[in-house]
């Protein structure tokens, strides 16, 4: 007696796919559990990362007001009128006063033009003293010094974060520094010397990693070049700028293309194989607050530029494969239930998803604008131009357009590399900015190619003088001695055409008439 087959190739043939169904819930609620999990993971380093901002620009930011007061104090304008020991005397006690109420204060000085320490006020691990004339050194030959007294009265310098040094050895133990100045000038304005607080950063450093206990990750702190001046458990090497032997131990080396990326982008998410990187590239002065000065108005700190600091945190790979093995044993244990939490999880995921297409439909919505320098990107200008033509023909009035191009721009970017290029092109759009009306719009098409609207111009002449403006602009900048010019052309609608394409054409041509002419010139449109 023969067994029917046909119920076992039923079998075989349903209970597959039936066992699909369950292997695909469990598989698709133990992906939407990691995913949520990473994205609120995701979120709280972030506002981690930001408490860790926070706790070093407050921080700057009380030591730079400590600064200010005493670069306008009464004591220290009588000691520029007349060079008196009791002005001196009166400073230093000042400065001790302050010493005493700020425990993190190493040194609190005031050098002349010259570079000499006049007065200062030592910490002595908390027993703050004035310091003899006879100790009193020449810091002439010091970088802070020079880059300080380098500013405008009112601007504010930060230094690099380092270790402290004394007789040219690294002090132990470990003295973390930063030093806070500004320049002071007499009441003629004529700068007299640098006010500088040496800042003991141990303190700021040990909030930086308290702010990190917000979250899962271990927070980090490197400076420009990747080197950590705060540490993860278990750390890394700290501070091996400071020691010829460590000079390879920073995060390039550790995490190559995780530093590339940090190093390229101002704040963001990194996911690798090493783990979740999240991170802010922070300038220091970004943000500072100028001193007031006698005359009631305030210099601004520079900001974005120069030195920085970069805020991690890192949630390690061995974390999140843990968490991906609780979310699979989870999905295990729910069994049947699975089904009904996938038909949650599928609708969290599409809102999700919906809200990431918004969110990127938004982004494309901002991408109007050239990245490296801030100016409007090529189609932000052609629609612009159309506007303007619609506008300035309804009112019967006339436009410019200047085409320009850089000239000796590709000797820079060849002999100092893209860093540099990138650096002359954000300038020169610094300088189409500033020079330019709320009613004009300058744009950058490409490479070292810009271009600018000039709206309501009243005729040539009035053309021909803007666009002087800015190449003679572009001509005084100057990057490690070197310089760029700009070949202008110039079409001014609608006497050369009517035409945007046209219009835009004669301005281009007129380009090569003005580099064949001799270049850093202004041509105008051959209509």
Not at 105 to 124: K, S
Not at 233 to 260: D, H, I, K, N
Not at 449 to 467: C, G, M, S, T
Request: proline share 5%.
């Amino acid at each position: 007696m023969q067994t029917d087959p046909a119920p076992w190739r039923a079998f075989l043939l349903i209970f597959p796919l039936l066992a699909l169904v369950p292997i695909v819930g469990l598989s698709g609620y133990a992906f939407w559990s990691i995913s949520t999990r990473l994205d609120a993971v995701e979120h709280r380093e972030r506002f981690a990362v930001d408490l860790q901002r926070q706790a070093v620009q407050s921080r700057l930011q009380a030591v730079a007001t400590d600064l200010c007061v005493l670069a306008q104090q009464n004591e220290l304008y009588r000691l520029l009128l007349d060079n008196r020991p009791q002005a001196r005397l009166a400073m230093a006690a000042e400065y001790l006063a302050l010493a005493r109420n700020a425990e993190d204060y190493d040194q609190i000085r005031f050098l002349d033009e010259r570079g000499q320490e006049v007065v200062r006020v030592n910490h002595n691990d908390g027993s703050p003293a004035i310091v003899t004339d006879a100790a009193l050194q020449d810091k002439s030959h010091r970088y802070y010094f020079s880059d300080t007294f380098a500013l405008e009265p009112g601007q504010l310098y930060v230094s690099p974060l380092d270790l402290n040094m004394e007789q040219g050895i690294i002090e132990q133990p470990y003295k973390p520094m930063i030093r806070i100045g500004t320049p002071v000038a007499d009441a003629e304005g004529q700068k007299r010397g640098i006010v500088l607080i040496n800042v003991m950063a141990q303190k700021m450093l040990d909030q930086v990693k308290a702010a990190g206990a917000v979250s899962v990750g271990e927070p980090m702190m490197l400076n420009n070049k990747g080197y950590w001046l705060v540490t993860p458990e278990p750390p890394p090497t700290s501070w091996g700028f400071m020691f010829p032997e460590r000079s390879e131990e920073r995060m390039g080396q550790l995490y190559p293309a995780v530093w590339e990326q940090i190093d390229q982008q101002l704040s963001g998410a990194i996911y690798s194989p090493e783990g979740l990187f999240t991170f802010e590239n922070y300038y220091p002065l970004n943000g500072l607050k100028g001193c007031f000065q006698r005359n009631g108005l305030r210099a601004e700190a520079l900001s974005e530029t120069g030195y920085r600091w970069t805020l991690v945190s890192h949630v390690p790979q061995a974390v999140i494969n843990g968490w991906r093995r609780e979310a699979i044993f989870q999905a295990v244990i729910a069994g049947i239930v699975v089904l009904v939490l996938l038909a949650i999880g599928t609708w969290a995921w599409l809102v999700v998803a919906t809200e990431r297409r918004r969110h990127r439909a938004h982004l494309e919505s901002l991408a109007r604008f050239d990245p490296l320098t801030g100016l409007a990107n090529r189609i932000t200008f052609e629609e612009r131009l159309l506007q303007e033509i619609e506008r300035s023909r309804r009112h019967e009035r006339r436009f410019a357009l200047l085409y320009m191009d850089l000239d000796g721009f590709k000797a820079i970017n060849d002999r100092h590399g893209h860093k540099a290029g990138d650096q002359v092109l954000i300038d020169v759009a610094q300088i189409l900015k500033s020079s330019c009306r709320a009613s004009d719009l300058a744009a950058r098409q490409g490479g070292d190619e810009f271009v600018v609207l000039l709206a309501e111009v009243a005729n040539l002449a009035a053309a021909q003088k803007a666009a002087q403006k800015l190449r003679e602009g572009i001509e005084a900048l100057s990057w490690n001695e070197m310089h760029v010019g700009a070949s202008i052309r110039l079409a001014l609608w609608p006497d050369d055409s009517e035409d945007p394409e046209t219009l835009m054409r004669l301005a281009d041509d007129a380009m090569y008439q003005a580099k064949g002419e001799g270049k850093n010139r202004i041509c105008l449109a051959l209509s």
